[in-house]
């Protein structure tokens, strides 16, 4: 059957393209144009003293940590090993050994309670990964590096950049990193930030996004010529992607609110799935930034069979990272797939649902549908699929041809 409900379908907002043609009639598509100020101010009124940088992605915001800190070889790093690659390789790639630590099965969260063992002389910083957006244990985390005189660079990469206050995540450590992948809440095809939480950094960093130049001060007006003053790359984000990005900030409590929704109607859905014991839901009970749905079945096989179940119904579900540790590259730094059995469990039994901006409610309803039939294996209600797909609104994204008629006129 074909992609009916796909896992993913980027948030449009719709006035995307009048930005994006703007900044192209503008004549200023580089970075660090009209609509890069735009963006990082929106999101600068919902930081306390924090300054935020916008970068092509995550992955590039995490290097800009790694540099400016001055990472390389001889110094560790501590990830959680059940993590998207980029949280390891952001310092790998620069000579630094990543040092992998376990998650906890309740949260997926790094396990805080392991880092003292992980510590030596050689550790730099922590990264923990805000898994699904659900809070790291921040409080421990910053006692454990306060006391040995540790930095923590948070992966914010599922969070809510658009959260105010408390509930930011990405504010407790030296840096945040953030994304915009085209999965993300709010984005812009591939894109990020880097919030920079002491201003000891907010130079170099400057220097760093702007290939270890001082443009940004040339850019200001404070000096009249700019040259190279320290290592860095080509991480600014183009203005033609701010563009799109800013639609999404002009709209953040529709997207917001329409996310909790759907995290709300799965959470309603499968309540009763839950009391029955088929499956565990580390996202019930938590607050989170509602990114994804996520559950744990009892093993590797029955998550293959749900996945390729939903699948010949026109549902894609997914799994998600394999631990780095169990990588080839985890192994060559000599890790065994057993020594982080956290990691290695739930990596084998995770489902994430389809979980998209505009998804309605019926689909919502399908997935849980599709889902309920695997585990009851009652399949009699399964041409209830069909006919609701059949049924479902016609969709109202945009197609060129509409799109190309509204201009013309
Ligand atoms: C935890 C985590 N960190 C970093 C990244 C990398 O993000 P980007 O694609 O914006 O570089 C991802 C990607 O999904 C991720 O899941």
Not at 106 to 117: A, F, G, K, Q, R
Not at 212 to 222: A, I
Not at 260 to 266: A, E, G, K, P
Not at 373 to 385: E, R, V
């Amino acid at each position: 059957m074909t992609e009916l409900i796909p896992f993913n379908k980027p948030t449009l907002t719709g006035r995307e393209l009048l930005y994006m043609a703007d900044a192209i009639l503008a004549g200023q598509t580089a970075g660090q144009g009209k609509y890069t100020k735009m963006c990082e101010e929106s999101i600068r009124a919902r930081l306390k003293n924090s300054t935020i940088m916008l970068t092509n992605s995550c992955t590039s915001a995490l290097e800009m940590a790694s540099l400016a800190l001055g990472l390389g070889p001889g110094d560790e790093v501590i990830v959680p090993s059940y993590t998207f690659v980029s949280t390891a390789n952001s310092f790998y790639k620069f000579g630094v050994k990543p040092v992998f630590c376990d998650v906890r099965r309740e949260d997926l969260n790094l396990d805080v309670d392991m880092i003292e063992s992980l510590i030596t002389q050689r550790t730099k910083a922590v990264v923990p990964v805000h898994y699904a957006g659900v809070p790291v244990d921040m409080e421990s985390l910053t006692r454990v590096c306060e006391e040995k005189n540790i930095h923590i660079i948070e992966d914010a990469a599922h969070c809510d950049i658009t959260a105010s206050g408390e509930t930011l995540l990405g504010m407790r450590g030296a840096f945040g990193a953030f994304s915009f992948h085209e999965t993300k809440n709010f984005n812009c095809g591939e894109g990020g930030a880097l919030i920079v939480n002491q201003d000891e950094y907010v130079n170099a960093c400057e220097a760093i996004r702007e290939k270890g130049t001082n443009r940004s001060r040339f850019l200001k007006g404070d000096i009249d010529k700019y040259t190279w003053v320290s290592a860095g790359s080509s991480y600014v984000m183009s203005d033609l992607l701010a563009a799109f990005l800013y639609s999404q900030l002009e709209d953040i409590e529709m997207i917001r609110n329409k996310r909790r929704r759907i995290l709300d109607l799965y959470k309603s859905e499968f309540a009763d799935l839950l009391q029955s014991g088929k499956f565990e839901c580390p996202i019930f009970g938590k607050e989170s930034s509602a990114h994804m749905f996520y559950f744990l079945v009892e093993n590797n096989v029955v998550r293959d069979n749900l996945i390729k179940f939903l699948r010949k119904y026109g549902i894609y579900a997914v799994f998600h990272y394999v631990p780095l540790h169990a990588s080839e590259v985890g192994r060559e730094l000599g890790y065994m797939p057993s020594d982080l059995p956290v990691s290695l469990d739930v990596s084998g039994r995770l489902v994430r649902l389809p979980f998209f901006f505009n998804m309605t409610e019926e689909e919502i309803r399908l997935v849980a549908l599709g889902v309920r039939c695997f585990f009851s294996g009652d399949t009699s209600q399964l041409s209830d699929i069909t006919k609701c797909h059949e049924a479902l609104p016609v969709s109202t994204t945009p197609t060129i041809e509409r799109l190309a008629a509204n201009s013309a006129t």
